[in-house]
């Protein structure tokens, strides 16, 4: 069976932070997670279907990798479809979000599902998960383990079911699928969805009831649901070039890449993983963490349940349930804020709307190219965007947009453009030597 594993979303709803699957976590992007579970379940030939706005990106990093860009962004799951299907004729055809993680056992069983050999008149499968609250989703109604219709984003109070559809799709016929997508009206947003119902109607599909994770990552926060699931697929291992001192504490299933160095005291709590290159300096706390390459984790910093991409600074910080992007640094005494004085859910700004994130803890997200000072606290669920400086001793109480540069000025807090020049970390590593010498 060829797979599709759909990655041509514009990752809008993952801001500040860039594109959620090459954003890396436990030694590996989500798109590498994905495509090393498929192999494990058998499945070997892959095509990403990526957007204009990752294509490039996506085939600098997976050069031997077939890619098929979508024509039409404005046509969600169905343009990717649309634009990938023909090269599949009449194959059989896994379908994949790329950004639904879910145990290899989900996509063993849909596969067992779809199966016409052992099946007969059988035409796919797909993947649900029963719900005990309401997940804004298409849901199924299924009778004798057959579905029967698909509802997209009912709410709450009107789900033909609790079974939301999870986006593991298995189709014994690829031009079947794609006559029928071409037949939905381009107007439509749910033109998958619609097809889906048609063809329930039509033909056999199985519904694979599904009990193990789901993480589905769609806002930055989701990339803290997922960490815990992904640090448990790691195997423990610290790498023979790592230098760990006798005083360190390793603690619990830990990864320490090439090169990392464990100073003096310092305690690496698993799950965890250390990324190549990375310092965790003298008395620093690292426990339950995705810790990327080149990072500097300094002396008495705290470092709990957070994803670092690289090339991350810290000194004397506190990060908690926090996720920071590439080339960001922390002045001495940064702190994240990441529990709410009444210990109630975080909330997040999104389109100038206030949302729940769905967490009692949550700390802070922020962009590529950052820099904050000295002594600064950041309140829980607050976003920072990319290419902003922040001014050492402020409290920062809401979202910066990108570029911002926040500071006191007669007492309050001034947000300004930022005009300053943020050094890539390679130029950076370029000047240290320099001064060093």
């Not at 809008?12 to 495509?35: D, Y």
Request: hydrophobic content about 40%; proline content about 5%.
């Amino acid at each position: 069976m060829k797979a599709l594993l759909l990655l041509a979303g514009k990752s809008t709803r993952f801001w500040p932070l860039a594109e959620k699957t090459l954003f890396p976590v436990a030694g590996k992007t989500i798109l590498e997670h994905q495509l090393e579970r498929l192999k494990r379940c058998g499945v070997h030939e892959v095509i990403l279907v990526t957007g204009e706005h990752n294509t490039e990106e996506t085939r600098a990093m997976f050069p031997d990798a077939e890619i098929i860009q979508q024509e039409d962004s404005g046509l969600g799951t169905r343009g990717g479809l649309l634009s990938a299907l023909p090269a599949c004729g009449t194959e059989k055809v896994l379908i994949v979000c790329g950004n639904d993680l879910v145990e290899d056992k989900a996509i063993i069983d849909v596969l067992a599902a779809a199966n016409p050999s052992t099946n007969s008149g059988r035409s796919g499968a797909i993947l649900g998960k029963r719900m005990k609250t309401y997940f804004p989703g298409g849901y199924l109604n299924v009778e004798n383990g057959v579905a029967q219709s698909i509802m997209e984003k009912p709410g709450a109070g009107n789900e033909p079911s609790d079974l939301v559809n999870i986006e593991v799709h298995a189709h014994n016929d690829a031009s079947s699928l794609l006559r029928e997508l071409e037949s939905i009206d381009n107007d439509r947003d749910d033109g998958y969805e619609q097809a889906l119902q048609t063809m329930f109607q039509q033909s056999n599909y199985a519904v694979v009831e599904y009990e193990g994770a789901w993480r589905a990552i769609k806002f930055p926060w989701h990339m803290l649901d997922a960490l815990p699931f992904l640090l448990e697929s790691m195997e423990p291992r610290i790498d023979p070039t790592a230098q760990i001192h006798p005083t360190a504490v390793i603690e619990g299933p830990v990864v320490i890449g090439p090169g990392a160095k464990v100073f003096p005291h310092a305690t690496v709590k698993g799950p965890c993983y250390i990324g190549a290159r990375t310092v965790v300096g003298n008395g620093a706390l690292v426990r339950n963490s995705s810790i990327g390459d080149d990072c500097v984790i300094g002396y008495n910093t705290e470092v709990q349940a957070s994803v670092l991409h690289s090339h991350v600074w810290t000194h004397s910080t506190y990060l908690g349930d926090s996720v920071v992007g590439r080339n960001v640094s922390f002045g001495a005494g940064c702190v994240t804020g990441n529990l709410r004085l009444d210990e109630g859910e975080i909330q997040s700004m999104h389109k100038g709307n206030t949302m729940g994130t769905g967490r009692t803890k949550f700390g802070a997200i922020i962009g590529n190219d950052c820099r904050v000072g000295i002594h600064v606290s950041i309140n829980p669920g607050i976003k920072i965007g990319r290419h902003s400086l922040v001014a050492g001793h402020l409290m920062v109480d809401r979202d910066l947009d990108e570029g911002n540069y926040a500071r006191f000025k007669d007492g309050v807090l001034a947000i300004a453009k930022n005009t300053a020049r943020i050094p890539d970390p390679v130029e950076r590593e370029k000047y240290l030597k320099g001064v060093t010498k």
